[in-house]
């Protein structure tokens, strides 16, 4: 029963998220999403995914959202969406309708004994996943380098010369005389 | 009626979710809040995983699942804010309507 | 013995490919020196296939899994187009050492040339229908890059490209076939086809047999798909001898002859193929007869022969098709080696600019007139025996209104060739600078195959006997040379169709005295100088593709909004595909 009152406050958090006027707001209503996402996981029973989606959700990218948003200064928002309304919603309804419809009703599930610990799954099983993120990290941090870094000066175009005439053999077949 | 059961709930929060978030992506015209619709849809990912596992009994492997998205997850709104920047400096607005220019 | 020798056939040329582009366009002597080599090689290598033939797989390649194995077969289907192949590209490849003489970029030309030489013998030899796609597609690449050869040229690239689509188009075809094949026979190997086509449901058995049909009409240059063999004709003239006369557009008739065994059965199959036969024979003999690039009168004689060939497996006749196939590279050969010499020193292709070169270049004269009479059907020559077997084969066995439309077109070929002889080579010659003479490579290249256009028919008894020992599914009946004489010298069709080619020549002989009935004949004459709406067919076709896309185009707005509209749309459509597949 807390789960789905948990769930109708993301729910309405979410939306506040979109719908917000200034973007300041839309990143703090987007925290809001993160810590009550982080306190269901918690209350499902995934202790360790519930701390990181807390700590990285609702702490570090909305420390970002607000120093981008400072860096890139505030913009005029709510203006007319580009697909109309009228798209959007039943379009979004048509596909969360059917995607519940072919999934629900879900019953009781198994309830099976945990299979080791979290930090032998996450670094021995899956260890390659792990590894891989280090990667991921990485590609990111150097993507953002070259993002941010200030413009170059642009290579220099060289102008492309002329081909020479390939045919000035007296052998060659000029085009001549030809049939529609 | 459908029973009520907790995985039951949990499908209804992820199907919640990845409405407002599909919404979202449909009507924002701001390049910030593409990036916070992005993240709310995820975040439905993460729960639709962790409350998969949960059901069918293998946590431990739908933690480190989650684990893996998240970080993906992140990666991308850093990399998308990193670019929002540039868009302001270089467009002067952040209107998804003035990156059109791969059609001319 | 015969794995290493189809392997040094495919790769001989191939290796020469590559040791011509590294030699670089600074060494040209050392270009021509490695082609000839190599193409001569393959040339040897193909001949010493001749004892070794057999009726089953050859070579098998084992590939794993997915491809499964390549296979190679070394029949007398094979073995005899993998030696035209090889045999008409040396003499091409000799003929160009004085041809291309200066020209630059040679390294490009012998590489292509090569590839397409390597790449045409594996079509043949090969016994898996991927295999076999594999291969075509590499010839339709070396023919598009040999016809845009001269890529400063647009209207060469034009040509090229417009070459390279409608023969693409048409592989599709043969790659739905080759596909359906694996889906229903778990292999793709030509004896599944051959053996077990006719326990498939009806609707597959007319997908394989009709998508077969369409690839081998727009590689062979059947009407409705001929429109670019006269557009290739900006190509090298040895380009055009090997690729567009002798060797590449038989691929397409390749196919239908492989394949006739396993599709015969299938209801309208063989009537369609009747059709298009004399429908191309005919309409292209007529254009031949209009058009005043002596190229393009070459181009359209080899749509019209490759008709001819077409209307032969059609009525059943196999051995006459695949006997006209290789009598017809032989005599087209030449004919294009002649006019590449004509063309060479004159430096016009415009026939109307042509005239005495019998007295100017009387070498060339000979063997080029030797070509035409076996391109008419004059006696003696390869052309009369292989065309009159194809008569007689369609009177017996075709439909009547057929044969007498192929015999009016055997009549119009004649009056052709006389006109294009006339043109080029009697008539007097107009205001030019005077021809040189062919120089000695030319002049090899020529005397072998006018040798060859007088005496390849006495290869049809050997050749039927061992089409008929290793073809075991085309149930073939051996004909030997001495009966092959006496059937023809002995059939009243022969004689008629003598007669008709009689009536040809003196018709051109007498035009003047025809001029009324050429004046009345003139709204023809129209029509075939404007392709008889196939052109115009082509680009309306090229109009509406161009217009569909400029219309869509909005569709693509940029915004990314709407884009992910699009994917939500793709999402609701896949979950509606999973809830009614259930």
Redesign the interface.
């Known amino acids: 029963m807390l ?2 009152i948990l ?1 109708v406050f ?2 309405v958090c ?2 506040q ?2 719908t ?1 006027t200034r ?1 300041m707001r ?2 703090l209503w ?1 925290a809001g ?2 810590a009550l ?1 982080a306190i ?2 918690f209350r ?3 202790h ?2 519930a701390v ?2 807390l700590s ?2 609702a702490g ?2 909305t420390v ?2 607000v120093f ?2 400072a ?3 505030e ?1 005029a ?1 709510g ?1 007319r ?3 109309p ?1 009228w ?3 039943p ?6 309708i ?15 004994a ?5 930090s032998t ?2 670094w021995h ?2 260890g390659l ?2 590894l ?2 280090v990667g ?2 990485f ?2 941090v150097v ?2 380098l070259g ?2 870094a200030p413009a170059r000066a642009p290579f220099p175009v060289r102008r492309a010369e002329p ?1 020479p ?3 000035a ?12 | 009626m459908i029973t009520w059961t907790p995985a039951t709930v949990m499908v209804l929060g992820v199907i919640g979710l990845l409405a407002v978030g599909l919404y979202g992506l449909l009507t924002v015209r701001n390049l910030f809040q593409i990036i916070v619709a992005l993240q709310i849809l995820v975040k439905g990912a993460v729960l639709a995983l962790v409350a998969a596992a949960d059901y069918v009994g293998q946590l431990h492997l739908g933690q480190s699942l989650a684990v893996t998205v998240i970080v993906a997850d992140t990666v991308v709104a850093v990399i998308g804010m990193a670019m929002a920047v540039q868009v302001k400096q270089h467009n002067r607005t952040l209107d998804v309507k003035a990156l059109g220019s791969l059609r001319r | 013995m015969q794995e290493y020798l189809i392997l040094l056939a495919i790769g001989l040329p191939w290796l020469g490919a590559v040791l011509v582009w590294t030699a670089g366009n600074g060494r040209p002597r050392w270009q021509h020196g490695l082609a000839v080599a190599s193409s001569v090689a393959a040339a040897c290598a193909t001949l010493a296939l001749i004892p070794n033939m057999s009726a089953g797989v050859a070579l098998r390649l084992p590939l794993g899994g997915v491809l499964g194995d390549f296979t190679f077969v070394a029949d007398a289907l094979a073995v005899s187009l993998a030696n035209v192949a090889t045999i008409i590209g040396g003499l091409a490849v000799i003929f160009s050492v004085s041809y291309m003489a200066g020209e630059a970029q040679l390294g490009r030309y012998y590489a292509m040339v090569l590839l397409f030489i390597g790449a045409m013998v594996g079509l043949v030899l090969s016994s898996g229908l991927l295999l076999l796609f594999f291969f075509w597609e590499i010839t339709a690449l070396c023919s598009y890059a040999l016809i845009s050869f001269h890529n400063d040229d647009p209207a060469a690239v034009a040509g090229g490209i417009k070459a390279l689509l409608i023969t693409q188009l048409g592989g599709v075809g043969l790659l739905l076939g080759a596909l359906a094949a694996r889906a229903y026979f778990g292999d793709d190997q030509i004896e599944s086809v051959l053996r077990a086509t006719a326990t498939l449901p009806a609707t597959a058995q007319a997908l394989l047999a009709f998508g077969f049909l369409v690839a081998a009409m727009a590689k062979s240059a059947q009407a409705p798909f001929h429109t670019w063999l006269p557009d290739a004709m900006e190509a090298p003239t040895p380009v055009s001898a090997l690729i567009h006369a002798a060797t590449m557009v038989n691929a397409g008739v390749y196919l239908l002859l492989r394949f006739f065994p396993a599709f015969a059965a299938v209801p309208g199959w063989r009537d369609a193929i009747v059709v298009v036969g004399v429908i191309t024979a005919l309409l292209a003999a007529l254009m031949a007869l209009v058009a005043t690039d002596l190229k393009r009168v070459l181009a359209y004689s080899t749509v019209s022969q490759l008709g001819y060939m077409v209307y032969a497996i059609g009525a059943g006749a196999i051995f006459a098709g695949e006997f006209h196939l290789v009598n017809h590279a032989v005599f087209k050969a030449l004919l294009f080696l002649g006019a590449g010499a004509i063309i060479h020193s004159l430096g016009t292709r415009d026939m109307r600019e042509m005239g005495n070169m019998r007295r100017e270049m009387p070498f060339t004269a000979a063997t080029f007139i030797t070509g035409a009479a076996a391109l008419a059907g004059l006696p003696l020559l390869n052309g009369f025996w292989s065309k009159e077997l194809i008569l007689e084969a369609g009177q017996a066995a075709g439909p009547q209104w057929a044969y007498w439309l192929m015999l009016l077109g055997a009549g119009v070929t004649a009056l052709y060739t006389a006109r294009m002889v006339w043109l080029v080579f009697l008539a007097p010659a107009g205001d030019r600078a005077r021809a040189h003479r062919a120089a000695s490579p030319m002049r090899l290249s020529l005397g072998v195959l006018a040798v060859g256009a007088w005496l390849s028919w006495l290869l049809a008894g050997p050749l039927s006997a061992l089409l008929a020992e290793t073809l075991p599914y085309h149930d073939l009946h051996v004909l030997s040379t001495l009966h092959l004489i006496e059937e023809v010298l002995s059939h009243p069709a022969t004689y008629l169709a003598l007669a008709v080619v009689a009536l040809g020549l003196v018709a051109w002989l007498a035009r003047e005295r025809l001029k009324p009935l050429t004046a009345r004949l003139s709204w023809l004459a129209r029509a075939a100088r404007a392709g008889f709406g196939f052109e115009a067919l082509n680009s309306s076709v090229v109009w509406l593709v161009r217009g569909s896309a400029v219309t869509i185009q909005p569709l693509q707005t940029g915004q990314l909004n709407w884009n992910i509209a699009g994917i939500v749309a793709g999402l609701i459509v896949v979950l509606i595909a999973l809830a009614l597949g259930g």
Request: hydrophobic share 65%.
């Open positions: 789960n789905l769930i993301a729910l979410a939306i998220a979109v917000a973007l839309a990143a987007l999403v993160s996402t269901l996981l499902i029973g995934a360790e995914v990181i989606e990285v959700g570090l990218v970002l959202f981008a948003i860096i890139a200064g913009d928002m203006e969406p580009i697909v309304r798209i959007a919603l379009a979004t309804l048509i596909a969360v059917l995607f519940g419809w072919m999934i629900l009703p879900v019953g009781a599930g198994e309830t099976a945990a299979a080791g610990d979290f799954m996450l099983e899956r996943d792990t891989v993120q991921l990290i590609a990111g993507g953002v993002l941010l081909l005439p390939l045919r053999e007296p052998g060659a077949e000029p085009v001549a005389g030809q049939e529609g």
